[in-house]
C-alpha cells in the first residue's frame, strides 16, 4: 500500500521556542520584573505548551485509505470516503494542509513538513477518490 509519511517541520518547532523565550524576556524589560522570577513562572507553563506541541508530532501518514495521525497520546484515523476536500495554503515558515469531510468537519495540519513534490501526491491520491464521489452522484443525478 503506498503511503506518504510527513516529518516534523523542526524550523517552525525552534521558532516557536526562540518566540516563547524571546516573550519571557519581553516581559522582563516591559514590567521591569527580576528576571528569575519571570523565567521561573512562565517556565512551566512554556514548557508544558511546548510538551503537549511535540506530542502533536508523533506521526501524520496518508494512505489511499485515509489519513492516520495523532492527538496528543490518541492515534485517530480520517477514511477517504469521507474526505470531500484537500488543499494546501503556504505561509512564512509553514504549510497548512487542510482536510475537509463530508460531515462539515475541517481539520488542519500545520505541524509538518509540505513540500511542493508531497502537496502533489497527497492532491492525487485523494483526487481520484473524488472524481468518482462526483461521478457517482452525477450518474445518480441523471438516472
Known amino acids: 500500500m503506498k ?5 516534523p517541520n523542526w524550523w517552525l518547532q ?15 524589560i516591559i514590567f ?8 521561573f513562572t512562565a517556565s512551566p507553563v512554556l514548557l508544558i505548551i511546548i510538551a ?3 506530542l ?12 492516520c495521525y495523532t492527538r496528543l ?6 477514511n477517504s470516503e469521507e474526505i470531500t476536500f ?22 488542519h495540519f500545520y505541524n509538518w513538513q509540505l513540500d511542493d513534490e508531497t502537496q502533489s501526491a497527497i492532491s492525487k491520491m485523494y483526487c481520484n477518490k473524488l472524481a468518482k464521489k462526483v461521478e457517482n452522484i452525477g450518474g445518480k443525478c441523471s438516472a
Not at 56 to 67: D, T
Not at 73 to 78: A, G, K, L, M
Not at 87 to 107: D, W
Request: aromatic share 22%; charged share 15%.
Open 32 to 39: 521591569s520584573e527580576n528576571l528569575e522570577v519571570v523565567f
Open 56 to 67: 502533536h508530532l508523533r506521526f501524520l501518514h496518508c494512505y489511499r485509505a485515509g489519513i
Open 86 to 107: 484537500v488543499s494546501f495554503s503556504a505561509f512564512f515558515l509553514f504549510t497548512i494542509f487542510k482536510v475537509e469531510l463530508e460531515n462539515g468537519k475541517t481539520f
Open 52 to 54: 503537549f506541541n511535540i
Open 3 to 7: 503511503s506518504i509519511k510527513l516529518a
Open 14 to 28: 525552534f521558532t516557536k521556542c526562540v518566540f516563547a523565550f524571546s516573550l519571557i524576556f519581553l516581559i522582563h
Open 73 to 78: 497520546c490518541t492515534e485517530r484515523y480520517i
